[in-house]
C-alpha cells in the first residue's frame, strides 16, 4: 500500500490491542507449551460450557430456531424480539427503567466502544471533542479507538496502599476537569487490567460530574453486572437516562458468538444502529438466539454467582497465595486488590529493567503475559509506573499458573540482582 488515508493509517498502523492479539494466536498455535498468563480469554468452566452446549443442542433439535438464527438478516440494531427480552429482563432482574428502545445489539463491545466512542467524539463544528477516561491505566482495546488523534484523554489513578504488598487505585478528583471538549467520561468497570472497581462514592461523583456537564457516563461492564458478575464486593451500578452501560456476552463463556448489548438512551440506540448498518449490516445472530431462552428466567445471574464468580475467586486466591510465596519480601511489589475481573495486576516497584524487557525474558521462558505500559494512554506525561508493571491471568489450570507464576518471581529477582 504506497500511502494510507489518516484514519487508515491510525487503524492499520500498529497498535497495542493487535501486538496482544497477535502474539496471543501465534503463542496458542505455534507455541503448544506456552504458558498463557497473558489473554483476556474467559475459563473453560465445565458447567458453564455444559449451559451453552444445551442451548445450541435446543436450537439445532428446534430446526426452526437455527434456520431462522442461520438465515436472515436481522435489523442493524438487533433482533427486535431479544431487544424486548433484553430490556424485560434488565427491567426484572436489575430494576433499571429500560424498555426495547434503550438496548442496542452489537457485533461485540469492542465494536461497540469504537462506534460510541466516534459517535460522541473527534472532530466537530466547536473544535475537538474528547473521551475522558478517569481511571488509568485502562483497557488496552480502548487505546487506539480514536478516528482523530488525541481524542482520548486518560488521567493517571491514584496509587493508594490497602496492606501489605497491596494497593488500590482511586480516582484523582482534583486532576479532573470536565472542559468544554471532554464529550463523555468513560470506565471499565471491573477495570481491566486491574481488578478495581470504583467505590460507590467515586460512582456517584462521576455520575454526578457527568449529568452536571450534561455528557454520558459511559459504563463497560464487560467483567461485572448483570452478568458474569465478577465483582467481589456487592457492587451493582444503576442505570440511568443520560448513562451508557456496555454488556457483553464474552465473558459469560461466549466470546466465540461476538455480540454485546448497549443500554442507553434512544437517540444513542438508534444512532449506533444506524452506523452498524453501515459498518456491518447487521450483528451475528447466533449469541442472541441462544441467550433469548435465558432471559425469561434467573439463570444467567444464577451460574454467575454460583458458578462463575466463585471460580474466579477460587482461581485468583490461589494465584495470589503462590505469588506471595514465591516473592516474599525478597523485592518490592504489590498486586491491585482483588476486588474484580479476571487478572492480577502486579506492580513491581522501581523495577531494574522495563516491564517490556521483563515479558521479553518471560516469554523466552514460555510465560506469556501482558507487560503493563500498553494500558496507560491519553496521559499528558510520562509516567514511570507503567513500566513497572504487568497483567497476568489465572484462568488456565492451577498447575500452569502455578509454573507460570513461580518462573515470574524468579526472572523478577533475577532483575534485582544484575
Ligand atoms: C473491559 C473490556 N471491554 C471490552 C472487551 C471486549 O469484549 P468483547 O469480546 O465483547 O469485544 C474486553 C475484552 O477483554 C474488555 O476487557
Not at 498468563?37 to 426452526?64: C, F, K
Not at 488509568?136 to 487506539?144: C, K, L, Q, R, S
Amino acid at each position: 500500500m504506497r500511502s494510507p488515508s489518516t484514519i487508515g493509517h491510525l487503524l492499520s498502523g500498529p497498535s497495542g490491542i493487535q501486538e496482544l492479539m497477535d502474539d496471543l494466536g501465534e503463542a496458542l498455535t505455534t507455541h503448544p507449551n506456552m504458558r498463557m498468563l497473558g489473554g483476556g480469554q474467559p475459563a473453560a468452566i465445565p458447567e458453564v460450557q455444559a449451559l451453552w452446549r444445551e442451548q445450541m443442542q435446543a436450537m439445532v433439535a428446534d430446526g426452526g430456531a437455527l434456520d431462522r438464527a442461520l438465515l436472515n438478516y436481522d435489523p442493524p440494531g438487533g433482533n427486535p424480539h431479544f431487544r424486548e427480552a433484553f430490556a424485560a429482563f434488565l427491567q426484572r432482574e436489575c430494576d433499571w427503567e429500560v424498555r426495547h428502545e434503550n438496548i442496542a445489539v452489537l457485533p461485540s463491545s469492542q465494536n461497540a466502544c469504537f462506534l460510541l466512542f466516534n459517535l460522541l467524539a473527534g472532530d466537530a463544528n466547536n473544535g475537538q471533542k474528547r473521551i475522558l477516561f478517569p481511571l488509568v491505566p485502562e483497557y488496552i482495546g480502548y487505546a487506539n479507538q480514536g478516528l482523530s488523534a488525541g481524542m482520548l484523554k486518560g488521567i493517571p489513578a491514584l496509587i493508594e496502599e490497602t496492606a501489605p504488598h497491596e494497593f488500590k487505585y482511586r480516582v484523582d478528583f482534583d486532576r479532573l476537569e470536565i472542559t468544554p471538549d471532554i464529550a463523555a467520561i468513560a470506565v471499565s468497570c471491573p477495570t481491566n487490567p486491574t481488578g478495581n472497581v470504583l467505590t460507590q462514592e467515586e460512582f456517584a461523583r462521576l455520575r454526578d460530574l457527568a449529568r452536571e456537564h450534561g455528557i454520558p457516563f459511559i459504563v463497560d461492564n464487560a467483567y461485572g453486572h448483570p452478568f458474569p458478575g465478577v465483582i467481589h464486593n456487592g457492587f451493582h451500578p444503576q442505570w440511568e437516562p443520560g448513562m451508557i452501560f456496555s454488556i457483553s456476552m464474552s465473558k459469560v463463556g461466549l466470546p466465540g458468538v461476538r455480540t454485546a448489548m448497549i443500554v442507553a438512551d434512544k437517540e444513542t440506540v438508534k444512532a449506533l444502529g444506524n452506523m452498524n448498518a453501515i459498518v456491518s449490516l447487521a450483528n451475528g445472530n447466533v449469541g442472541q438466539a441462544l441467550m433469548a431462552p435465558l432471559l425469561k428466567d434467573d439463570t444467567l445471574l444464577r451460574v454467575s454467582r454460583e458458578v462463575i464468580r466463585p471460580f474466579y475467586k477460587e482461581r485468583s486466591e490461589f494465584a495470589v497465595g503462590v505469588l506471595r510465596e514465591a516473592l516474599g519480601d525478597k523485592v518490592p511489589w504489590a498486586l491491585h486488590k482483588q476486588e474484580g475481573a479476571f487478572f492480577l495486576w502486579l506492580w513491581l516497584k522501581d523495577l531494574p529493567i522495563t516491564a517490556k524487557e521483563l515479558y521479553q525474558r518471560l516469554k523466552a521462558r514460555e510465560v506469556l503475559v501482558i507487560p503493563g505500559h500498553y494500558f496507560f494512554f491519553g496521559l499528558d506525561e510520562p509516567w514511570q509506573h507503567q513500566h513497572e508493571c504487568l497483567r497476568l491471568t489465572f484462568s488456565q489450570r492451577p498447575e500452569i499458573v502455578k509454573e507460570g507464576l513461580q518462573i515470574i518471581a524468579e526472572e523478577v529477582i533475577k532483575a534485582w540482582q544484575e
